[in-house]
């Protein structure tokens, strides 16, 4: 008997058996994607709000009844705070980004600390208060020290299975082909509506996104937030208690900020 010609598909069908495990439990408290076997996936927006860019894209997504996560930078909250609240009441998730996206596995633990805490201080001002506490690293590096305090405050990391590489200044046509080629049920794609010096030019981003989203969509996709996805749930059963809860004058915060393997991406 030939087993040759058997190997190779047998391989293939092993890892694709696989991959679910792999997602689950790569590193316990890390969400790297959802359930494979349903299809949705989560768009997630790094490093604003930005007035520049961010109420384009939560147009676009209203548009295409899709819902996103937001992983905002503390520093963004307390100057455009009614972004969030947009983002809110469009039924979006909100997650913490730190405060200004310094690279924590380079911070002491009480500057570490301080990011989160003030960033997480400044959504509750603002009346969000979500099921689950989403945290995204900035430059996407995190280390043992990290975990351990993200598992303390019942915090969950949330990594991604995409890079749209729209950080890099890519046209919009490279950032739907990294999007589209690569787009495969239960993914998180990491996408930035702002930089943490407010300096980047992120309308590539929203270029990109009018051809991602409906492509996304007459493909069947379902494009929901991070909790969701993981969830496996319907998308469309969400409670409007968060978006009913928001203040309508945001108080701004007063918590001063701050004056071993360590794993490490480029966002």
């Not at 299809?39 to 490093?47: P, R």
């Not at 909250?77 to 609240?85: A, D, K, M, N, S």
């Not at 003030?118 to 989403?134: N, V």
């Not at 969950?156 to 999007?179: C, F, K, T, Y």
Request: glycine residues 8%; positive net charge; contains cysteine.
């Amino acid at each position: 008997m030939n087993l040759k010609k058997y190997f190779i598909p047998l391989t293939a069908l092993f890892l694709l058996a696989a991959w679910p495990l792999s997602i689950a439990a790569a590193e316990p408290g890390i969400i790297w994607g959802g359930p494979p076997q349903v299809k949705q996936v989560a768009l997630t927006f790094d490093d604003g709000p930005s007035p520049r860019c961010t109420a384009k894209i939560l147009s676009l997504l209203k548009q295409y009844q899709a819902r996103g996560t937001f992983f905002v930078l503390g520093a963004h909250v307390e100057r455009y705070p009614w972004l969030v609240q947009a983002a809110i009441r469009d039924g979006n998730e909100v997650g913490n980004h730190s405060f200004a996206h310094p690279r924590l596995t380079k911070s002491s633990e009480l500057s570490r600390e301080q990011e989160l805490e003030r960033t997480a201080l400044d959504l509750e001002m603002l009346g969000y208060r979500p099921d689950h506490l989403l945290f995204r690293p900035p430059f996407s590096a995190y280390d043992g020290r990290l975990v351990a305090y993200l598992a303390h405050t019942h915090r969950q990391m949330v990594l991604w299975g995409i890079d749209s590489g729209d950080w890099r200044g890519l046209p919009p046509a490279e950032i739907v082909h990294n999007v589209l080629d690569r787009v495969r049920p239960g993914a998180i794609i990491i996408f930035h509506d702002c930089d943490e010096k407010e300096q980047a030019d992120r309308r590539p981003t929203v270029e990109a996104l009018k051809v991602i989203l409906p492509a996304l969509k007459a493909a069947g996709y379902r494009m929901v937030t991070v909790s969701e996805l993981v969830a496996g749930g319907d998308a469309t059963k969400r409670s409007s208690s968060q978006s009913e809860s928001l203040l309508k004058q945001p108080v701004k915060p007063r918590l001063d900020p701050a004056g071993k393997k360590t794993i490490s991406g480029s966002l």
